[in-house]
């Protein structure tokens, strides 16, 4: 068992890092997790035990910053025009799911549509972590031995191996060694924290044969999987993992979507290249929205927007200022300004959420009307979307007979369940292959299984062509 664990958690929207230095004898319960207490957010509204995964590169592509750093500096940066002799990219990890194709040789655009290579960018992402991790480490007086500590990676579980790889070769990349590195699967650091540390309200998940799912709603995927409790306290995978790409972010695009009909995509692109510092912090207020807009709300929803940098842009891309423009919008029945808040109808608030409520609902409902899954106790909903009181509601209206369950911190649940992970991987002791193997092979043709168009003939035989025999599942 390792002595000491490193966590790093690599997420489309926010990252983060944990660790321990106290290897359990026996009950993982006993395991420290030690992290950044609280991240520097600067001007930032949202406070976090996480960073946003922003990366802030110098034009000799060394790191100058990460994270709200990186956010505050970019924006003195744009403030002094100096943006040529730097490289700023944000949510770059979705790339990774979307790209069929990827190569350690696929290049990424900043947000000014400069080109690096991929593998650049995700290796120095996750050294800022890194080094970051050893800076608290050292103020925190904590002795953390390089050549005694694994280092553990989550990754989404429905990536494909070559993302997964991907992932594997930037960690080395930024310097951790491949006989010290781990790759940990979402879902499955987020079940064994449940099971070390589980909710009040989900105690049954501990018992012996009890099956439960975990949700793990992250800002960019959603992951799903179901897991039993086995008689020898390991966890048995019962389905290989669901998910699409319509986690918090999909939320994000739909306000975003909502600005481009109010003032236009070519404003919007305007807003994102020439106050890229004003575009940030609209996104941060979206996710401001996404955590406290309740479900049962009569209340107007307050978007608080960069109302400055917004009217500037009216004027001089539309001529009007910008509650002219609102005004003039088909979209103003439901919407008004305030000062600096753009103050929504709630029912219309809550029509942005529909469609990723709706993906979210129907990607558990296929998974939960699978054969093997049987019956399950519990939904865990993990992941710092799952924060959203809009999700959450839609999912006890949809499953009113399994109790649904939010984890304390469900935020940092996948982050501090890595660091299990790391003393104790093989927990998880079965899972689901994801694929198997077969052979093509001519077989005898059979009328009563087989299509009369694959039917051939071969010295007076009669034979069925492309047929496939099975392999082993494993």
């Keep these: 068992m390792a002595v000491h664990v490193a966590a790093i958690d690599f997420g489309t929207t926010y990252s983060g890092y944990a660790f321990s230095v106290s290897a359990p004898e026996t009950d993982l319960k006993d395991v420290e997790i030690l992290s950044n207490q609280i991240w520097n957010s600067g001007t930032a509204e949202v406070a976090s035990l996480k960073t946003p995964t922003c990366l802030l590169l110098s034009k000799d592509r060394k790191i100058s910053a990460f994270g709200y750093e990186a956010e505050e500096q970019y924006a003195d940066i744009v403030l002094d025009g100096d943006t040529e002799d730097y490289y700023f990219f944000h949510r770059f990890k979705m790339n990774l799911h979307n790209n069929k194709n990827i190569t350690m040789s696929m290049v990424l655009e900043d947000v000014r549509g400069q080109p690096l290579p991929a593998i650049d960018v995700f290796s120095l992402s996750i050294k800022a972590l890194k080094d970051n991790l050893k ?10 031995n390089d050549k005694k500590t694994k280092w553990v990676l989550t990754v989404p579980a429905i990536w494909t191996d070559t993302a997964k790889q991907f992932m594997r070769k930037s960690a080395e990349k930024a310097g951790i060694p491949r006989d010290r590195l781990t790759i940990a699967l979402e879902p499955e650091a987020a079940s064994i924290y449940c099971q070390t540390f589980p909710s009040p309200g989900c105690r049954e998940i501990g018992e012996i044969e009890s099956r439960y799912m975990v949700v793990d709603l992250g800002g960019g995927t959603i992951d799903v999987t179901v897991h039993e409790k086995l008689p020898n306290g390991t966890l048995k995978e019962v389905t290989k993992a669901s998910g699409n790409g319509c986690g918090g972010t999909s939320v994000d695009d739909a306000f975003i979507q909502l600005f481009v009909r109010i003032f236009g995509g070519p404003l ?92 979210v609902v129907t990607l558990i409902q ?32 949809a499953f009113p007979s399994i109790n649904i369950v ?57 034979y069925c062509k492309n047929t496939l025999e099975n392999g082993e599942n494993s």
């Excluded at 940098?309 to 004027?315: E, F, I, P, R, V």
Aim: glycine content about 6%; some cysteine.
């Design 366 to 397: 296929s998974v939960l009307q699978q054969g093997t899954v049987g019956n399950v106790s519990s939904i865990l909903l993990v992941g710092g979307f799952a924060e959203c009181k809009i999700v959450q509601n839609a999912l006890i209206t």
């Design 135 to 144: 800076s608290t480490v050292e103020i925190k007086n904590i002795e953390l």
């Design 268 to 359: 919007l692109n305007s807003l994102k290249s020439e106050s890229p510092d004003s575009y940030l912090y609209l996104l941060r207020s979206i996710e401001n929205v996404k955590r406290v807009f309740q479900p049962t709300q009569t209340r107007k929803v307050n978007l608080t927007i960069p109302y400055a940098t917004l009217d500037d842009l009216c004027q001089s891309n539309l001529g009007e200022n910008i509650k002219n423009v609102i005004s003039a919008s088909s979209l103003a029945c439901n919407i008004e300004i305030c000062k600096d808040k753009m103050r929504i109808e709630p029912v219309f608030a809550k029509s942005l959420f529909k469609k990723t409520c709706d993906n």
């Design 406 to 462: 939010l984890q304390d911190d469900s935020g940092v649940i996948v982050l501090k369940g890595a660091v299990l992970f790391g003393y104790k991987s093989d927990i998880i002791s079965s899972r689901i292959a994801r694929c198997t193997y077969g052979i093509s092979l001519h077989s005898w043709f059979n009328k009563r299984i087989h299509d009369q168009k694959r039917k051939f003939i071969s010295k007076g035989k009669k």
